[in-house]
């Protein structure tokens, strides 16, 4: 419940003061007069909770369930801090508010769809988990990619010409999409193994392969944080 309200809170509040910036609608005004630009309150108040949150993630990952994709959760939340202070230090938060909404978006569904799952609502779960893999798998294999990480990689050099932070950035962004296309495969294989069951089949980053009696700790998750 806590998770559903953070990120319900992240992306109602990022889309807010987004929504009225130019750079939300034109990637390549993320990158005007970046030297001088100098971050706003709500970007401020918006990072600062996110960086908060993933710390959070990071520390309570090791008290956790541990499943087969920990170690995957374990560098993409340090890679996603990684990028957050990154992009303070070099000035392009701008991006980097967008990018931190598109991706919080699944989570949204995700969190609401485990409530589902814990109150054993069979058909609020089934319905969910469809919203959540269609959000899921646009958001991570195409407005990611195609919106945020072409933006830092195309926009910034017409803007502002080759940096030397470019290598480092496309390094830290492909870990992360590597990551995105890892859970993106087991979004396809529960997606698969529901049609086949007719329900939410349950979580294929299960370390127990014989237990399939779709118990509520196993059932409606893909991911636990992203």
Not at 84 to 109: P, Q
Request: aromatic share 16%.
């Amino acid at each position: 419940m806590w998770r559903l309200l953070f990120y319900s809170w992240a992306v109602i509040y990022s889309f807010k003061f987004l929504v009225k910036k130019k750079w939300m609608w034109d990637s390549k005004a993320s990158w005007a007069n970046n030297e001088s630009y100098k971050l706003t309150s709500e970007e401020f108040v918006h990072y600062v909770m996110e960086l908060a949150f993933y710390g959070s993630l990071l520390f309570f990952q090791f008290f956790d369930i541990k499943r087969k994709d920990f170690w995957a959760m374990c560098i993409h939340h340090n890679v996603t801090i990684l990028i957050m202070v990154s992009a303070y230090i070099h000035k392009i938060t701008r991006l980097g508010s967008f990018c931190l909404m598109v991706l919080d978006m699944a989570d949204v569904i995700l969190e609401a769809g485990k409530i589902a799952n814990y109150l054993h609502w069979r058909k609020a779960c089934n319905g969910i988990f469809w919203v959540f893999a269609i959000v899921f798998l646009v958001s991570r294999l195409v407005l990611f990619p195609l919106r945020c990480a072409s933006s830092l990689f195309q926009d910034s050099q017409e803007v502002l010409g080759r940096i030397g932070r470019w290598e480092y950035y496309i390094i830290i962004l492909v870990v992360l999409q590597v990551l995105h296309l890892y859970w993106c495969i087991l979004v396809v294989q529960m997606i698969y193994k529901t049609l086949r069951k007719g329900e939410v089949y349950r979580d294929v980053r299960s370390d127990d392969d014989d237990d399939d009696d779709g118990t509520m700790e196993e059932e409606s998750e893909i991911l636990r944080d992203k």
